[in-house]
């Protein structure tokens, strides 16, 4: 089945640097990637959805120059996270369409800002 | 309009017994409603997904039942076990291409030995 990897499952980083997320899928071409934020024993808020080659969509409340997203090629998305902050802290998870109609997810990114 | 109400937040069911979660949905052009497990520290895994056209769908324990005209899906969870003790979500979509998942609040789900 499609797989999707997400790189690193965790990372810790001191307020004011800059984190960068992987997602790669791996046994597909991913044409839209989509970038999920999550508080504990909360829902997925979605956060942008990026299209092989152009810009990001952001959703209302999501700040682009904070939350930087890349999509250069068909099989990698990368979100920066720039200048973090403790309230930045959070899990962050992507997802591909698996060129049906499926959507399949990493397993997701543990940020914290110290 | 793009909100899928999913219930009960929590459900604590005995080992062996039926766990039931019930979502809504108020768009009409969703056609693509999967359900998602989630344990901690990890991301969604797709369970089960069904299509309008069809108003059940089982594999193994988990069943999908769908009525279209009253907007609503439930995921079934036969002689639960343990092992099913996760958070639960429940998505609708549309197939269109670069269509988004709208989730549903989520489910924890408690199986006690």
């Known amino acids: 089945g499609a797989v999707v990897s997400q790189h690193p499952s965790w990372v810790i980083c001191k307020s004011g640097t800059s984190v960068k997320i992987e997602c790669r899928s791996l046994d597909f071409q991913a044409t839209t990637m989509f970038w999920y934020r999550q508080f504990p024993k909360q829902s997925l808020m979605l956060m942008a959805t990026s299209n092989e080659g152009s810009k990001a969509t952001y959703e209302q409340g999501v700040e682009k120059d904070k939350f930087l997203i890349n999509h250069a090629s068909l099989t990698l998305s990368t979100l920066t996270v720039t200048s973090a902050h403790p309230e930045d802290s959070s899990f962050y998870i992507c997802s591909a369409r698996d060129g049906g109609v499926g959507y399949t997810f990493g397993s997701g990114t543990r940020l914290t800002v110290v | 309009q793009q909100q899928v109400k999913q219930s009960p937040q929590s459900l604590i069911v005995q080992k062996g017994g039926i766990s039931i979660i019930n979502c809504a949905y108020e768009?009409?052009?969703?056609?693509?409603f999967p359900w998602y497990q989630q344990f901690p520290g990890k991301g969604p895994a797709l369970l089960i997904a069904i299509r309008p056209d069809v108003s059940e769908k089982k594999e193994g324990r988990f069943t999908i039942s769908f009525n279209k005209s009253a907007k609503q899906f439930s995921l079934h969870i036969m002689d639960s076990q343990p092992g099913d003790s996760a958070t639960y979500f429940c998505?609708?979509?549309?197939?269109?291409?670069?269509?988004?998942?709208?989730f549903g609040e989520g489910t924890q789900l408690t199986v006690n030995p």
């Open positions: 998505a609708a979509s549309m197939s269109t291409s670069g269509s988004r998942l709208t």
């Open positions: 768009n009409t052009a969703f056609d693509y």
